[in-house]
């Protein structure tokens, strides 16, 4: 109720991707907030988004293909809109399988060393996480926001 809306330290809280009306118009402004942070940071803030995860972060970033480096103030307007879609229907999805208290099939998460579902290249753990938690993501599929590099090898 609006109570409880109002209480201190529920009211500095992001939107909740499932039950907020307004999700796709506040997250773009909470996550621009800060342009110099990941966008793997930023996801777990709970000013910027509301009941996100380690699992849920590193599932998000898999599915938006951005690589877990990209920073916030890199993302072009329709790279946020696609990411607060993505976003939306992921946490739909885990809530559902939660309900049906069955296991939510990981595409990277906790998947280090076994092959990508898309690629089937090694999902990688990045364990110096810029967040603080670790990291799962595939480098093959997840190049959005990559540093190009000039030499390989």
Request: hydrophobic share 40%; proline share 8%; net charge neutral.
């Given at each position: ?7 201190p ?8 991707p499932?039950?907020s009306?307004?999700?796709h118009?506040d ?11 990941t ?5 777990l803030?709970?000013?910027v988004?509301?009941?996100?995860g380690?699992?849920?972060?590193c ?17 072009l ?9 993505t ?13 049906k ?17 898309l690629c089937?290249?090694d999902i990688?753990?990045?364990r ?8 799962w993501?595939c ?7 990559r ?7």
């Amino acid at each position: 109720n609006d109570r409880v809306a109002l209480h201190p330290e529920i009211r500095g809280l992001g939107p909740d991707p499932l039950s907020s009306p307004l999700f796709h118009d506040d997250f773009p402004y909470r996550l621009r907030k800060n342009p110099g942070r990941t966008v793997a940071a930023a996801l777990l803030d709970q000013e910027v988004v509301a009941g996100l995860g380690n699992m849920l972060k590193c599932e998000v970033l898999f599915a938006a293909r951005m690589s877990p480096w990209v920073k916030v103030g890199a993302l072009l307007a329709s790279q946020v809109d696609y990411l607060a879609g993505t976003i939306v229907g992921l946490v739909a999805t885990a809530s559902t399988f939660a309900v049906k208290n069955q296991p939510f099939p990981h595409r990277v998460f906790d998947r280090a060393g076994l092959p990508c579902t898309l690629c089937a290249a090694d999902i990688v753990v990045d364990r110096m996480s810029q967040d603080g938690h670790l990291t799962w993501y595939c480098p093959s599929c997840q190049t959005l926001g990559r540093e190009p590099t000039l030499f390989a090898g």
